[in-house]
């Protein structure tokens, strides 16, 4: 990202970032993601980008500890706010819904 930002920072117009991303666990609490196997899971659990983050600050000598708190209390906060926040309005309730086609569109 670094070396995007320079470059852009530079005049040397856009980049292109590919950011890799994998869902631990599945789809819902339903499901279990048994389709998937145990050691492609476990390699990517091993490579989450929080832990490795946390790790590489630990290894520099700083404490997450803060940041962790703020993470905490920033989704407390929005948690909050949301709970707070007042209803839809219910005239729009039906509008902007889409229609799938019914059955023969679903696999």
Do not use: F, I, K
Request: net charge negative.
């Amino acid at each position: 990202m670094a070396r995007l930002a320079d470059r852009a920072r530079a005049g040397d117009g856009p980049g292109l970032l590919e950011a890799r991303t994998y869902r631990h666990y599945g789809h819902s609490r339903a499901d279990p993601a048994g389709y998937r196997p145990a050691d492609e899971v476990e390699h990517w659990l091993r490579h989450d980008p929080l832990d490795l983050a946390r790790a590489r600050l630990a290894a520099l000598g700083e404490s997450t500890l803060d940041a962790d708190a703020r993470v905490e209390r920033t989704v407390a906060d929005a948690v909050e706010a949301a709970r707070n926040a007042p209803g839809p309005d219910l005239a729009e309730a039906l509008t902007d819904v889409w229609a799938d086609g019914g059955a023969a569109w679903r696999t």
